[in-house]
T-cell receptor, first 111, second 111 residues
Framework: DTAVSQTPKYLVTQMGNDKSIKCEQN?????MYWYKQDSKKFLKIMFS???????INETVPNRFSPKSPDKAHLNLHINSLELGDSAVYFC??????????FGPGTRLTVT | QQQVKQSPQSLIVQKGGISIINCAYE??????FPWYQQFPGKGPALLIA?????SEKKEGRFTISFNKSAKQFSLHIMDSQPGDSATYFC??????????FGSGTKLNVKP
């Protein structure tokens, strides 16, 4: 019974395309996050939502738009994909402010 | 600039040995310090966490040592096992929901 799930697991696309990554958690947590892990394994927070409300928006290009239709879902839409967007994107959830439970990641490759 | 500095970048330890990973920070507003373990192709998983009013926390073979005055904390893995081979991340929490991660340490435990 998966706690935090993401789809798709792999995403290969061309520059300029628009793509979405979906995330769902069944843990009943209030807070959800999106992180980007680059090729050097560095993990950087992108967004955080608490009860469907955006609470953290790091210096992320506005081509990235998160959407939280309900407390259990946080999707990430990316417009006009660039080569530098290639990374592994992790969704996470947690009781506000404490431990985070990460999804399996989505490996995005932009060619 | 990186908010949490982690070292070493990689570590090789013999089975049964002690693995030590260090992290340092500058922002005294950080108030919660978790450690995560990540296996290849998986999302990070919470290992152990500490608050700054505690100097040490132990869970099984994993111990966090925290030095508030020096603004440093470290993870000790006692009796390291090959199954502990993974990448380890320290993190620090700011403003209740924002987490900054260290750059990761790749641990290889030799049989």
């Amino acid at each position: 019974d998966t706690a935090v799930s993401q789809t798709p697991k792999y995403l290969v696309t061309q520059m300029g395309n628009d793509k979405s990554i979906k995330c769902e958690q069944n843990l009943g947590h209030d807070t959800m996050y999106w992180y980007k892990q680059d090729s050097k394994k560095f993990l950087k927070i992108m967004f955080s939502y608490n009860n469907k409300e955006l609470i953290i928006n790091e210096t992320v290009p506005n081509r990235f738009s998160p959407k939280s239709p309900d407390k259990a879902h946080l999707n990430l839409h990316i417009n006009s994909l660039e080569l530098g967007d290639s990374a592994v994107y992790f969704c996470a959830s947690g009781p506000s402010g404490y431990e985070q439970y990460f999804g399996p990641g989505t490996r995005l490759t932009v060619t | 600039q990186q908010q949490v500095k982690q070292s070493p970048q990689s570590l090789i330890v013999q089975k049964g040995g002690i693995s030590i990973i260090n992290c340092a920070y500058e922002n005294t507003a950080f108030d919660y310090f978790p450690w995560y373990q990540q296996f290849p192709g998986k999302g990070p998983a919470l290992l152990i966490a500490i608050r700054p009013d505690v100097s040490e926390k132990k869970e099984g073979r994993f111990t966090i040592s925290f030095n508030k005055s020096a603004k440093q904390f470290s993870l000790h893995i006692m009796d390291s096992q090959p199954g502990d081979s993974a990448t380890y991340f320290c993190a620090a929490r700011y403003n209740f929901n924002k987490f900054y991660f260290g750059s990761g340490t790749k641990l290889n435990v030799k049989p």
